[in-house]
């Protein structure tokens, strides 16, 4: 699929399997997601401008390249996100972090929002939203169109996991945007839960289950 990035280092394969296992308790469930989202924003980062500088070695003087300072804001989405942050910011250490609350109402089936905080200058960085899990699309679709309206000019999008079914929704609503993921699983279900997938995210991490 267009635009769609699937991370499949053996480490972040290794990861994801140890991460879907229910036997995986939160804390190890915790460090798991923070590792894979530093192994995923490798990739996320690959495109970061350099630029030159003039450094001294205790041998010579020379031209080396450092990264060209790039504005980033992270945008975990409510609550499950969360788990990702850490992650991303042991890579972009200067990264702002703005986050959206949503939830889905069960009659409509649309998100709703019932929190939201971004930078004031998100105008001028670029924006990583973070998930672990694209279900139905329905959230990130609406965090997608909520950073747009900010004038937001570039966004990328990253899960631990997708399904077929949030692909196309998400592909079909914004094709210009990137998506990465480390795996696409099989498919949804009929309570929105991705299979095999690796169960409720947000209850996995924080153990309110
Ligand atoms: N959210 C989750 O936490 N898990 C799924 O399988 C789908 C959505």
């Given at each position: 699929m267009q635009n769609v990035t699937i991370v499949d280092h053996?480490?972040?394969?290794?990861?994801?399997?140890?991460?879907?296992?229910?036997?995986?308790?939160?804390?190890?469930?915790?460090?798991?997601?923070?590792e894979l989202s530093s192994l995923m924003a490798w990739e996320?980062?690959?495109?970061?401008?350099?630029k030159e500088i003039d450094?001294?070695?205790?041998?010579?003087?020379?031209?080396?390249?450092?990264?060209?300072?790039?504005d980033v804001v992270i945008v975990p989405i409510l609550r499950a996100g969360l788990g990702m942050v850490e992650g991303f910011t042991n890579i972009i250490p200067k990264a702002k972090i703005g986050h959206i609350g949503l939830y889905r109402d069960p009659e409509t089936l649309q998100a709703v929002e019932y929190y939201k905080k971004l930078p004031s200058d998100i105008a001028e960085r670029e924006a990583i939203i973070v998930d672990p899990m694209l279900a139905t699309g329905v959230s990130v679709i609406h965090t997608i169109r909520l950073l747009k309206e900010a004038n937001c000019p570039n966004i990328k999008v990253v899960h631990i996991l997708a399904c077929p079914e949030g692909l196309k929704a998400v592909t079909a609503a914004y094709p210009d945007?990137?998506?990465?993921?480390?795996?696409?699983?099989?498919?949804?279900?009929?309570h929105a839960y991705?299979?095999?997938?690796?169960?409720?995210?947000g209850d996995r991490l924080f153990g309110t289950k």
């Open positions: 053996p480490l972040v394969i290794h990861k994801l399997t140890h991460l879907r296992k229910m036997e995986t308790p939160s804390r190890e469930f915790r460090e798991l997601v923070k996320v980062t690959k495109h970061f401008p350099l450094i001294e070695t205790p041998i010579c003087k020379t031209t080396q390249k450092v990264l060209a300072e790039k945007i990137p998506i990465f993921c480390a795996a696409i699983d099989d498919h949804l279900n009929d991705i299979v095999p997938g690796l169960g409720d995210a």
